[in-house]
C-alpha cells in the first residue's frame, strides 16, 4: 500500500518532537538522581585523608615559591631534599586525617609532630583547611581550627627515639621519606616510610601506619622498624600546671597516660590520651618536652591509639569527668 508523503512526514515530525521532548527529561531525571547520590556520598562520610602540594611554582633554597600557585591533592608523595619546616609546600605541612569528630596532621618534615584540628562540626573540612591563607588554620573559624600548642615536642602521639636521658631524636637525619593516603568506607589512612633515619648513633628504617574509623576520635598506630633499636617511644606535649593521668585496663593487659586542661592556643580544655600495651613498654617517663612511652626494643610491630577531646567539639566532652569516662571505658574495650 503506498502511504501518502504529508502524512508520513506528519508523522515523523510528531515522533521526533515526542523524543526530544521525552529525552531531556530523562536525561535530567538521570542527572539529578546521579548528582543526589555524589551529594549523599558526599554527606555521609565520616572519615577522610589527604595530602596536597602546592603547583606552579619553584623551589629557591628550601623555600617553594611563585605567583598564582595552586594546591594539588596526590595520593603519595616522597618529600624533596628541599623540604623541611616552613618550606611553604605542603597544605599545613604535612597530611591530614579526620573522622566527623577530630582532625590530625602530621608535620611532614624534620618535626615529624602530630598537630590537632579541633572541629566545631561534623563534617570533613581537610580539604579546605589551609587554602585561602597558608596559616589561616591558627584563626578560629566556624569549622574550628588548629589548637594544639605543639612547640618542640611529639604533639600527641607521634615517635622519636629516647636517648634515655632527657631528649628525643625526632627526624632530622633521614636519607628519605615518603607518605601515602588511604580512603575507603572502613576509614582513612595515612602511611609513612622513612629510609635511614639515624639516632643515637644507630640506623633504621621506619614503617608508620595511622588510621581512623568513622564516628572515632581515636586514631590507630603501627610502627614497623627494620630491626630492634633502643629508645623508640611515643609521647603526649607536657605543660607546667596540667597533670599527668595514668590508668591500667581491669585485665592488665592496656594501659593509658592521659592529660586534661589549658594545653590549646585558644586557650580552652583539651583532653589527650595514649592508650599501649602493657608487654610492649619498657617504661614510662618525661623527656624535655613530653610525657613519653619508651618502648622495649624490637624488630615486630608496635601499636598503640591515640585520641583528642576538645572543649568546644560538637556535642563533644567538654568537662574533665566526662573525659575520664571516656577513656576509662575505652581502655576497657581495647
Known amino acids: 500500500?503506498?502511504?501518502?508523503?504529508?502524512?508520513?512526514?506528519?508523522?515523523?515530525?510528531?515522533?521526533?518532537?515526542?523524543?526530544?521532548?521525552?529525552s531531556p527529561s530523562k536525561k535530567s531525571a538521570d542527572s539529578a538522581k546521579e548528582s543526589n547520590e555524589l551529594v549523599s556520598t558526599k554527606s555521609e562520610r565520616k572519615t577522610y585523608a589527604e595530602i596536597s602540594v602546592k603547583e606552579g611554582g619553584e623551589w629557591e633554597g628550601t623555600k617553594y615559591v611563585g605567583e598564582n600557585l595552586t594546591f594539588k591533592n596526590l595520593e603519595y608523595l616522597k618529600a624533596p631534599d628541599s623540604l623541611t619546616d616552613h618550606s611553604y609546600y605542603v597544605r599545613y605541612e604535612g597530611p591530614g586525617w579526620e573522622s566527623n569528630k577530630v582532625g590530625y596532621r602530621l608535620y611532614f618534615d624534620w618535626r615529624n609532630a602530630i598537630d590537632i584540628f579541633g572541629k566545631k562540626v561534623d563534617t570533613m573540612v581537610l580539604s579546605k583547611v589551609g587554602r585561602d591563607n597558608y596559616d589561616s588554620y591558627h584563626e578560629d573559624s566556624p569549622w574550628g581550627m588548629d589548637i594544639l600548642k605543639a612547640g618542640s615536642s611529639l604533639g600527641i602521639g607521634s615517635y622519636g627515639r629516647f636517648d634515655g636521658v632527657s631528649s628525643v631524636a625526632h627526624f632530622k637525619d633521614v636519607k628519605s621519606r615518603d607518605v601515602a593516603v588511604s580512603n575507603s568506607e572502613k576509614g582513612s589512612g595515612v602511611t609513612l616510610n622513612y629510609n635511614g633515619w639515624t639516632a643515637n648513633e644507630e640506623?633504621?628504617?621506619?614503617?608508620?601506619?595511622?588510621?581512623?574509623?568513622?564516628?572515632s576520635r581515636i586514631t590507630k598506630v603501627t610502627l614497623n622498624p627494620s630491626k630492634a633499636v633502643n629508645g623508640?617511644?611515643?609521647?603526649?606535649?607536657?605543660f607546667e600546671d596540667v597533670e599527668l593521668l595514668q590508668k591500667d585496663s581491669d585485665n592488665g593487659e592496656w594501659a593509658y597516660i592521659a592529660t586534661y586542661g589549658e594545653q590549646t592556643l585558644v586557650p580552652d580544655q583539651l583532653g589527650m590520651v595514649i592508650f599501649y600495651k602493657k608487654d610492649d613498654v619498657e617504661k614510662v617517663t618525661e623527656a624535655d618536652h613530653d610525657h613519653i612511652i619508651v618502648f622495649k626494643p624490637t624488630a615486630n610491630t608496635i601499636t598503640y591509639h591515640f585520641a583528642a577531646a576538645w572543649e568546644k567539639e560538637k556535642e563533644g566532652i567538654s568537662t574533665k569527668d566526662g573525659f575520664l569516662a571516656y577513656i576509662d571505658e575505652t581502655l576497657n574495650q581495647l
Open 1 to 22: 500500500m503506498k502511504v501518502n508523503q504529508p502524512i508520513l512526514g506528519g508523522l515523523l515530525a510528531v515522533i521526533f518532537l515526542l523524543s526530544c521532548k521525552e
Open 203 to 215: 640506623t633504621i628504617d621506619l614503617k608508620t601506619d595511622i588510621f581512623i574509623e568513622p564516628d
Open 232 to 238: 623508640l617511644c611515643t609521647g603526649i606535649v607536657k
